[in-house]
């Protein structure tokens, strides 16, 4: 629930910072995540209505980016909702995000035991060591041998 409220805030702010210029990192951002998980808006495209982009643009049309990919003639109007991505961005950000924090977590526990393996095996071979008769002390009588 804590990274769904962080992504949930982060979005907010980039999609209120949309201007729908190339150059804008957010815009860019914005248009590429819309286009590579094929979502429109932050719950579902009507989000667009409430953004500053919108309001300014007056044109009752959403980014081409939440246009679906198939279709070649598409102009992002709200006039046909049926040419755009139904679902929002902000789930399938969180799913992918939870998809790589699963990514890390098995790398860490891997790399956990391959430590405790390494551990392991150096506290066999010291009790071995230890009971080997031909094993002798490097230290006798306080002085180095």
């Not at 071979?125 to 002798?136: G, N």
Request: net charge neutral; hydrophobic share 40%; aromatic share 8%.
């Amino acid at each position: 629930s804590q990274v769904e409220d962080e992504v949930d805030h982060s979005i907010r702010k980039v999609y209120n910072g949309y201007n729908g210029t190339n150059p804008d990192a957010a815009s860019r951002a914005i248009d590429y995540v819309q286009r590579q998980l094929r979502c429109c808006g932050i719950h579902n495209y009507s989000d667009w209505e409430n953004t500053v982009w919108f309001k300014q643009t007056k044109n009752n049309s959403v980014p081409l980016s939440c246009c679906k990919a198939a279709l070649s003639n598409c102009t992002g109007s709200l006039t046909h909702p049926m040419d755009l991505y139904s679902e929002g961005c902000e789930a399938l950000v969180v799913k992918k995000l939870q998809e790589i924090m699963m990514y890390v977590i098995w790398a860490a526990l891997a790399f956990a035991a391959i430590q405790l393996l390494g551990m392991l095996c150096a506290c066999v071979v010291l009790c071995r060591r230890s009971r080997d008769p031909a094993y002798e002390l490097l230290i006798t009588g306080g002085t180095y041998a």
